[in-house]
């Protein structure tokens, strides 16, 4: 018998949403175009839409998170839906209450929807495995695995400024290894076909499987910005690091921050991205990360719309226009 999908039911639509690995083009092209239809909400004067009324979302972020938690909070308000915010702190885990029986817990409070966020890779596909056939899990960000919702947003943010992948250079620098968004822009960017792709940072911190994901690893930051498009600069995941790797902050800088001599080594109009936080000065210039090319805030605004479409598309809520 042929094992389920993990994330996609037997009619191929989203069922959980845990790696964007896997996905077709098609569907993170849906992906796309259903959170154009959702952005322009935010201007209006009734931000909310009823797509989600009646179901219930719970926040389980077993990690910390500014960006990520607030905007699925939100974007679950704007679909109407109810929302929990678990305080894993104050939760009955910190008890010792098992993963699975605090799972239970929620499933018996009749939730709809696990958005989850965790230190271990793979927690996301445990619990989609764990959870009532009736409940959706979508994935916060799992250790060092995939942040698909991060990755959407980021495509996102491309496609409004670029208007298409297959002509773009981008540019990923810093620690790749230990970062979830990296792995996640790695496979939307191979989907979608873009252009080139070029990884840079320290060897320590650049795991030689980049290139079975489609990017070309390029030994100096200089030589990757040439004709960039499109840069993504990443934080150094010290949280995530057996050990010091990185020999300083200031030494990571000097080889690999992204200051604005090196910025104009790129095309004039590229786009400086980063999914946040940000260390000012260790991976990015100050005067860079709010210079006008840098789209670092869009990206956070385009996290309300994307999470408002992957929570419609696994929530089966799609009823054509949004709007
Ligand atoms: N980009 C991101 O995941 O940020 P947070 O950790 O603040 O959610």
Do not use: W
């Not at 989600?52 to 926040?59: D, E, F, I, Y």
């Not at 959870?131 to 916060?140: E, F, K, L, R």
């Not at 030994?219 to 960039?228: E, F, I, M, N, S």
């Not at 690091?241 to 690999?256: D, I, L, T």
């Amino acid at each position: 018998m042929a094992l389920a999908h993990p994330q996609l039911d037997s009619d191929g639509q989203l069922r959980h949403f845990l790696d964007l690995d896997g996905l077709s083009r098609e569907m993170l092209t849906t992906i796309l175009d259903t959170a154009e239809g959702f952005a322009p909400l935010g201007a209006r004067k009734v931000q909310t839409v009823p797509l989600l009324r009646g179901r219930t979302v719970a926040n389980l972020f077993f990690e910390n998170s500014t960006r990520t938690r607030t905007a699925f909070e939100l974007a679950a308000k704007r679909l109407s839906a109810d929302v929990l915010n678990i305080d894993l702190v104050s939760s009955s885990t910190a008890k010792g209450e098992s993963l699975l029986d605090t799972l239970r817990v929620l499933e018996s409070l009749q939730c709809d929807m696990f958005i989850v966020r965790h230190a271990q890779s793979g927690a996301a596909r445990f619990i989609a495995r764990h959870v009532a056939p009736d409940i959706t899990v979508v994935n916060g960000g799992d250790g060092q695995h995939a942040h698909p919702t991060q990755g959407m947003l980021d495509m996102f943010t491309i496609r409004r400024h670029k208007g298409n992948f297959e002509s773009l250079v981008v540019v990923l620098i810093g620690d790749i290894r230990h970062s979830r968004v990296a792995r996640s822009d790695l496979a939307a960017l191979r989907t979608l076909g873009a252009g080139e792709v070029r990884v840079v940072g320290p060897r320590t911190l650049v795991p030689a499987e980049v290139e079975s994901l489609g990017a070309r690893l390029v030994p100096r930051l200089d030589d990757a910005l040439v004709g960039a498009d499109v840069i993504m600069g990443l934080r150094l995941q010290r949280e995530r690091m057996q050990g010091a790797k990185v020999p300083s902050s200031g030494e990571f800088f000097r080889h690999y921050g992204l200051s604005a001599e090196r910025l104009s080594l790129a095309k004039p109009d590229a786009i400086v991205m980063h999914p946040g936080p940000t260390n000012r000065g260790v991976e990015i210039a100050a005067d860079v990360a709010d210079s006008p090319q840098s789209v670092i805030l869009e990206q956070v605004t385009a996290g309300l719309a994307v999470r408002m479409a992957v929570m419609s598309m696994v929530l089966g809520a799609r009823s054509g226009a949004p709007l």
